[in-house]
């Protein structure tokens, strides 16, 4: 278990007049906000011993240890304060992928009362947009063209695109960098779609790299 009991000046951080503090919890590996609390000095200081979040019940005016009674644990990743010392950002690891008591992966997944799934990072962003192509196909997708052709169709595009992100590398071409690179990316979320690899198994290989 990580030691978070020096991360953060418990007694620094402005609490408001309740003597508690707005924590946002965000996914460590692809930014999604799962969910907002409060904390209090109490909770806090639990929160860094033990690397599990803990936070203030409004309702019920007392302690609550995240994930307690369902298992859906948060592992802290990060704990960080903003520059007016008044709210927190935690990063954490999910235990189970459901932050939100409704069973969703994050409390914000309600957009103009419809649900979607809240936004993450691009990659993570066009990888859905690609799945939902696999599994509800468009005759005009380009990306259903590409699945439906298998590995032959898409793994000949990846080698296309690795050799065109050389040649841009190699004349120094800073924008064909970055647009062939981009396709390289693209392609290669294709292929990980259409074998059921879950782009976040991805970042957590990319994790395993931070050496």
Known sequence: MTDFSQAIPVDKICYNEEGLVPAIVQDYLDGTVLMMAWMSPTS??????????WFWSRSRQELWHKGETSGHLQKVKAVRY?????ALLI???????????TGQRSCFHQVDSTKANPPADTLSGLYEVICNRRDYPQSDSYTCKLLAGGDNKILK?????????????KDDDKSGIASEAADLLYHTLV???YHDVDVKDVYQKLQERKR
């Open 44 to 53: 806090l200081q639990k929160t860094l011993e033990t690397g599990e979040t």
């Open 82 to 86: 903003d520059c007016d010392s008044d």
């Open 157 to 169: 595009k990846i080698g296309e695109e690795a050799a065109e992100v050389v040649m841009a590398c």
């Open 191 to 193: 292929a990980i779609s």
């Open 91 to 101: 990063t954490v690891e999910q235990v189970g992928e459901i932050a939100c008591h």
